[in-house]
């Protein structure tokens, strides 16, 4: 009993050591697993983030894509000599009078030119609507860039409709506009 006795004393005395070394280990490894759950939850966040990005992205190039305002001025900037219909008016437009169509001087204007400044407000309204969004970190300038490019680029062929959207302020559609011709200048297109 004595040896007994002595192992449990050998024990007693040197528990205080022990329980503070488990709870030490205790308290380390409860760290580590709190550090853990807070990188996942941030990682599922950012992904979720980026998923709302993606999403409201191509809801925005969807409605601009699908809207027949930007049909038109696609139609009219892409093809020569383009025929459309919009609000049941027959609209036939040549790149040679573009131009005069998007003057800001002399503003008596006939009724075709004013169903295409029409397609070109709302148009203006939507590229508008899509760098606000950009600004706003709703989603990327990347995320939409492939998408309407050549468009873009058809825009910037003719400066009449950039001095339009300026001298009717549409100041984010701009400045939406001046990101493709900035890259365009980055990367030496010859376009």
């Known amino acids: 009993m004595s040896k007994n006795t002595t192992t449990w004393s050998i ?28 990188r996942n939850y941030s990682i599922q966040k950012s992904r979720e983030t980026k998923w709302k990005q993606s999403e409201t992205a191509w809801y925005a190039t969807t409605e601009l894509l699908e809207s027949k305002e930007y049909k038109a001025i696609s139609e009219i900037l892409d093809i020569d000599g383009s025929c459309f219909e919009y609000e049941g008016i027959q609209v036939t437009v040549f790149h040679k009078d573009i131009d005069k169509i998007f003057r ?76 493709f011709s900035a890259n365009r200048s980055a990367s030496n297109d010859p376009r």
Not at 18 to 37: A, C, M, R
Not at 144 to 152: M, Q, R, V
């Open 11 to 38: 024990i007693l005395e040197n528990a205080e050591p022990i329980s503070l070394l488990i709870t030490s280990f205790e308290i380390i490894f409860t760290s580590i697993y709190g550090f853990i759950q807070i």
């Open 104 to 179: 800001i001087e002399n503003m008596s204007l006939t009724e075709q030119e004013i169903v295409i400044r029409k397609c070109m407000d709302r148009h203006a309204q939507n590229l508008s609507r899509i760098e606000f969004a950009i600004r706003d970190e709703l989603f990327r300038f990347d995320q939409i860039e492939n998408t309407i490019s050549y468009d873009i680029a058809q825009m910037l062929n003719f400066n009449s409709i950039i001095e339009y959207m300026k001298y009717f302020h549409y100041d984010y559609a701009v400045s939406f506009v001046n990101r």
